[in-house]
């Protein structure tokens, strides 16, 4: 063959690998998680009373809820949620990579070991999940960040009052509105996807998961 036909050929391998290249590069971008926010690396305290700073969970993708343990609705529903996701990222053989946290909106009633036992009762696995208290300024600045949402409500004899109540004692209580959501947390500390918290589906957060687990090996 006379050379320009080899010349021809050499060139229009290099197109189609050029091409591949950036199908390649165009499938990476488009299936990647827009970034939203930062989470700060903070310390808070954990179930069994040790300082936890946020920045422990770099290198792992995080699933990360805010509740607290007097909700009577949507916290509930957050856990059992965030358990279920547990349970197939163990199935896909992924603990070693993602990582659970869960921070209350309530230090005051949310004490390390009031956590420890919210969490014992619901049977949560905690190799890889911790439950966080600590600072109510740290944990107000955190809602925040992360645009969370947060009002309470007070009652005064089963009865809701507007304002803080002067009247004091057991009589007194409160529930904590709050943006129902669960976060998802690259391995940076990045918030990558927000997940509608109690309505979440286990099948869509596992997808988001998985992509943000396969970002290491594709940078």
Not at 4 to 32: H, N, P, Q, T, Y
Not at 172 to 179: A, E, M, R, S
Request: aromatic share 10%; proline share 5%.
């Amino acid at each position: 063959m006379p050379r320009w036909f080899w010349l021809g050929v050499g060139i229009g391998l290099l197109f189609v690998a050029a091409a591949g290249a950036v199908k390649i590069a165009m499938d990476v971008r488009a299936e990647s998680l827009p970034v939203y926010m930062t989470v700060p690396d903070w310390p808070f305290i954990d179930q069994d009373g040790r300082t936890f700073w946020l920045g422990q969970t770099r290198g792992k993708v995080v699933v990360l809820g805010m509740i607290y343990t007097h909700c009577p609705d949507i916290c509930p529903l957050i856990t059992a949620r965030m358990m279920e996701l547990q349970k197939q990222v163990a199935a896909a053989g992924l603990s070693d990579e993602v990582f659970f946290v869960t921070i209350t909106f309530d230090p005051e009633r949310d004490t390390p070991e009031v956590l420890r036992r919210y969490a014992q009762v619901r049977k949560v696995d905690l190799r890889n999940w911790v439950f966080l208290t600590g600072d109510p300024s740290t944990i107000r600045h955190l809602t925040e960040v992360l645009g969370i949402y947060t009002e309470r409500v007070y009652m005064v004899q089963g009865t809701p009052v507007s304002g803080t109540p002067s009247a004091t004692g057991s009589e007194v209580t409160y529930f904590i509105n709050h943006t129902d959501r669960i976060f998802l947390v690259d391995r940076q500390g990045q918030v990558r996807a927000l997940l509608p918290g109690s309505r979440t589906e286990t099948k869509d957060a596992m997808e988001k998961i998985r992509r943000l687990v396969r970002e290491r090996s594709a940078s």
